[in-house]
């Protein structure tokens, strides 16, 4: 029922700014014609002019996309439902949450008038996306996890967009909802995969000296790919960063392949993976860019803020990997133990917001 109220609040708060967006794009361009507000914002982009009230719309736009897609600090209902069924739960994240992205992708072009909806987009996204990234780990529930991992990938969509990567964020919106529909649909045998998977001695933990190395390897490998389909790497400093993501997630196989005794035949079928996969992520990118055409606009923005936050981002992401490839083997100490008990409960933002919203007063349900 608290879940319930938090996100009936937050979806009419949607909707009362969705409403206004409209309002105040109707009067700026004098129509409210998706196509004809495409054309007219494209004009205005290309003469530099941005008519009165469209930033503000634009700023209104973007928060309605962060309450549509559970974003901090609006996200937690989104974990307090996982009581529901499974194919339920698999239909909201891979489809409803998918709509503030689908919304900010489909007026990318006014979004490209207003610099202020952007950097927000990228705050919010962001900060969701890593935040939530860290909360996930800590879960014992598989559901739960699940919907952290789903607030989390909502984050990226929308910092891609913050970024004007639309067609990295479509083509993302579009695997994480066969992904997320997979997940949730196939978390009852999560726990005896697991099981059936699990080897003599367990996981083995990459100590730091092999995360270098693993980190080194994979921005030579994503270097390599990069220049391979065409410099597609060094094309502006979002790019840059979107390439810098790609190499330290790649860290984590090599992570993996080089920890322990180096063996030639594991790391070749690591950087094998690697290629391949640094090798998909730019076909997959290019290849959406020609099937999406002139549906969303390619325009990466790189302003000296824009590129500022980025590239906190980036740092703030190999920080977060980097704790999640070593949490096993440095969990040990008092502290630690007590900062993982406080990050498992989401540093408390939920149940803050609970009382915010008077989740405290809610009537208990009769039985």
């Known amino acids: 029922m608290i879940a319930a109220r938090k996100k009936f609040i937050f979806a009419r708060l949607g909707d009362a700014a969705l409403i206004a967006a409209a309002v105040l794009l109707a009067r700026a361009f004098g129509t409210a014609d998706l196509g004809e507000l495409k054309l007219l914002a494209v004009q205005a982009l290309d003469a530099g002019s941005v008519p009165g009230g469209v930033s503000a719309a634009a700023v209104l736009v973007a928060l309605t996309a962060a309450l549509k897609s559970a974003q901090f600090p609006t996200h937690g209902w989104l974990a307090e439902v996982m009581e529901t069924p499974t194919p339920v739960s698999a239909l909201l994240h891979a489809g409803i949450l998918n709509g503030g992205v689908f919304l900010i992708a489909r ?59 639309y067609p990295v964020a479509i083509l993302h919106l579009v695997a994480h909802s066969f992904y ?58 979002v790019s840059l960063g979107l390439a810098a993501m790609l190499a330290i997630a790649i860290t984590q196989l090599y992570g993996q392949g080089v920890s322990g005794r180096l063996d030639g035949g594991v790391l070749a079928r690591t950087t094998f993976a690697a290629a391949t996969v640094s090798l998909s992520f730019y076909a997959l ?83």
């Open 285 to 367: 990118e290019i290849g959406a860019t020609w099937v999406l055409g002139d549906a969303v606009p390619v325009a990466i923005t790189t302003d000296v803020l824009t590129v500022g936050l980025m590239s906190a981002v980036v740092l703030i992401f190999a920080l977060v990997t980097s704790v999640q490839l070593l949490l096993p083997g440095i969990a040990t100490s008092p502290a630690l133990a007590t900062l993982y008990v406080h990050v498992r409960n989401g540093f408390y933002a939920n149940a803050r917001l609970d009382r915010l919203v008077g989740a405290l007063r809610a009537p208990l349900a009769r039985l």
């Open 107 to 165: 007026l990318g072009e006014v979004m490209l008038l207003s610099p202020t909806a952007l950097h927000l987009l990228i705050v919010i996204g962001g900060f969701t996306a890593v935040f939530a990234s860290v909360v996930m780990i800590t879960q014992t529930s598989v559901k739960v996890s699940l919907a952290y991992s789903s607030a989390a990938h909502m984050g990226f969509m929308l910092l891609l967009c913050g970024l004007g990567a």
């Open 180 to 237: 997320k529909a997979h997940a949730f649909l196939s978390s009852g045998s999560v726990v005896e995969t697991a099981r059936s998977s699990r080897v003599p001695g367990g996981k083995t933990v990459p100590t730091a000296a092999s995360l270098l190395v693993g980190l080194a390897l994979s921005v030579l490998t994503v270097w390599a790919v990069g220049t391979l389909v065409g410099g597609a790497l060094v094309k502006s400093p």
